[in-house]
């Protein structure tokens, strides 16, 4: 029996994120323009922030959406195809869950944020 569920949500994963991943392709919003220079700041900022994430992950298209609405140029970092990512996830997080932004201030410190809405609730309040 645990083979044919198995199975069966693999087939269906097959089957829906083509299709998931063309309408996120299709729907994605235009982002915010800014000057030259503030742009420039915001890239500077975004440069120590790396989201962990799964392409097709409904949870992690809606953080690269809002993303995209601010014109946020963040590293993504698949952490279910590329194992060393997946163990820099666990091993700094504590868990192997996505998506997490990984938030690194001046001085090295690192923060893990877990859930999609507190994600795009930290990019909006540091960005919009």
């Not at 323009?33 to 409904?58: G, M």
Request: hydrophobic content about 40%; some cysteine; aromatic content about 10%.
């Amino acid at each position: 029996m645990r083979f044919f569920i198995r199975w069966f949500f693999r087939t269906l994963r097959i089957v829906l994120t083509p299709i998931v991943l063309t309408i996120n392709w299709l729907t994605t919003p235009k982002g915010v323009t800014r000057e030259a220079t503030e742009q420039v700041k915001v890239d500077q900022q975004t440069a120590q922030l790396k989201l962990y994430q799964f392409q097709a992950c409904p949870f992690c298209i809606k953080v690269r959406r809002e993303m995209q609405r601010l014109s946020l140029n963040i590293e993504l970092r698949d952490a279910q195809k590329d194992m060393t990512h997946r163990e820099d996830l666990i091993a700094g997080g504590g868990e192997w869950k996505v998506p997490c932004l990984q938030i690194t201030d001046d001085q090295g410190n690192q923060q893990w944020l877990y859930e999609s809405d507190e994600i795009i609730l930290h990019l909006r309040e540091r960005f919009a």
